[in-house]
Structures are given as C-alpha cells and as structure tokens.
Nanobody, 123 residues
Framework: VQLQESGGGSVQSGGSLTLSCVVS????????MGWFRQAPGKEREKVAA???????SYEDSVKGRFTISQDSAKKSVYLLLNNLKPEDTAKYYC??????????????????WGQGTQVTVSS
C-alpha cells in the first residue's frame, strides 16, 4: 500500500488549503484513514480521521476549521483546512490502518504512511 500526499503550501493566517492523499489500494475492507501533522520538535499528532463507514473524528484544536472526506472511487482522502493559524504550521502526513479501532486510534495504530506535505501559515 502506497500513499501520496499533495496540496501543501504557504498561506497567510486565515487562509485555506486542501490536502489530498491518493492510496494505491485500501489496506482492508474495513479501514481507517488519518491525517497527522508534525511540527519541528513536537510529536506527531492526529488531526483528523475517517473510517470505511464514513465516520469522522477530529483533534479538538481543528474542530470547525478542518474537514476530512474521502472518495472511494478515486481511492482518495482529502483534508480541507480553513481559517488556518500559524500554529497549524507542520508537515502533514496521510496514513492508513488495516481495520478499525475506536476513534481511528493513534499514530502507532497505523500501518502505512505517506511522505508528507508541508503546510506553512504566516501571521
């Protein structure tokens, strides 16, 4: 399973971006797809996730600003980032999990990772 992210870039505070992740194949009929981010010197954190039933989950700091979605026919997962803040600056990663766990788990639960795409938000 291979994942490829795209859509990162540099924006000003309050701006928007849409990240895309194309997966070569789904790891399982039941799966979780997650978006994570990692800023320099910080741990990787889950931003949003969606499972094969379409159930979404979000980290508290992005609720109401970020939206995760998927298009199974295109084997793609998207993350719409609205009202971006400087603290959203990080490298964003797409990840896939074989199976489903409560709330789509944490980073160590994921089996496959993309290379990441950089998001930089200036004030």
């Amino acid at each position: 399973v291979q994942l490829q992210e795209s859509g990162g870039g540099s924006v000003q505070s309050g701006g928007s971006l849409t990240l895309s992740c194309v997966v070569s194949e789904y790891p399982n009929d039941a799966y979780c797809m997650g978006w994570f981010r990692q800023a320099p010197g910080k741990e990787r954190e889950k931003v949003a996730a969606i499972n094969s039933f379409g159930t979404q989950s979000y980290e508290d700091s992005v609720k109401g600003r970020f939206t995760i979605s998927q298009d199974s026919a295109k084997k793609s997962v998207y993350l719409l980032l609205n009202n971006l803040k400087p603290e959203d600056t990080a490298k964003y990663y797409c990840a896939a999990m074989r199976g489903i766990v409560w709330d789509c788990g944490i980073a160590r639960d994921y089996d496959y990772w993309g290379q990441g795409t950089q998001v930089t938000v200036s004030s």
